[in-house]
């Protein structure tokens, strides 16, 4: 099956920092997933983005399908932002999602 | 509803007991899925349901896990004879799409934690 590795696996910020989270997958696809699980264990949605780039406030998002790559950038990044990011793509045509291990974030004031 | 619903949000049993939990999908999403997640990962398919057809069930450890979707709405997750192994988040999510090219956003809920003693 279709194979996706995140990194850094955990990254430490100071508020106010920018940072750059990464997510290879090793096959072709036609749907991305980024999502947030904040401290309180919800799996918050940020992105669906198969291609391009887009962007929500603070975060931004870009995927490179024909190099099997996404990107998120978090820009000044504040306490609310500590977590754990994922992204997923689909294992078969159904819609099926495969996650990576994550990407564990804490912010300090 | 607005989001995707799970029943009940906590779940404390005693080993061998049986435990039902509830998902309440995003009204009019045709697909469904449900996930389990341990401490520290990733969360892990088990099952899919498009309209109340369960189209995908590879995920599904073994015989003691079965689900079902009647109407084609609300779905349940069963696990019989519960063993401490299987203390874990279950989620369930949502997509607005179905069938065998579903492409479509996931939208999951809250999770349901299940804690076997």
């Known amino acids: 099956g279709i194979q996706v590795e995140q990194s850094p696996p955990d990254l430490i910020l100071q508020e106010g920092a920018n940072s750059t989270l990464r997510c290879n997958f090793s096959d072709s696809v036609n749907n991305l997933q980024w999502f947030h699980q904040n401290p309180w264990g919800q799996l918050i949605n940020l992105f669906y983005i198969p291609s391009g780039t887009k962007q929500n406030g603070r975060l931004s998002a870009t995927t490179v399908a024909t190099e099997r790559y996404s990107l998120l950038y978090i820009s000044s990044s504040q306490t609310t932002d500590s977590g754990v990011y994922f992204c997923a793509v689909p294992t078969d045509s159904w819609g099926k999602l495969q996650f990576g291990a994550g990407t564990q974030v804490v912010v300090t004031p | 509803g607005a989001g995707v619903s799970q029943s009940p949000r906590y779940k404390v049993t005693k080993r061998g007991q049986d435990v039902a939990l509830r998902c309440d999908p995003i009204?009019?999403?045709?697909?469904l899925y449900w996930y389990r997640q341990a401490l520290g990962q990733g969360p892990e398919f088990l099952t899919y349901f498009n309209y109340e057809a369960q189209q995908d069930k590879s995920g599904l450890p073994n015989d003691r896990f079965s689900a079902e979707r009647p109407e084609g709405s609300i779905s349940t997750l069963t696990i019989q004879r519960t063993e401490q192994r299987d203390s874990a988040m279950y989620r369930c999510?949502?997509?607005?799409?179905?069938?065998?090219?579903?492409?479509?956003?996931?939208?999951f809920g809250e999770g349901s934690r299940l804690t076997v003693l």
């Open positions: 009204s009019g999403h045709v697909s």
């Open positions: 999510a949502s997509s607005s799409s179905g069938g065998a090219t579903n492409t479509g956003e996931l939208f």
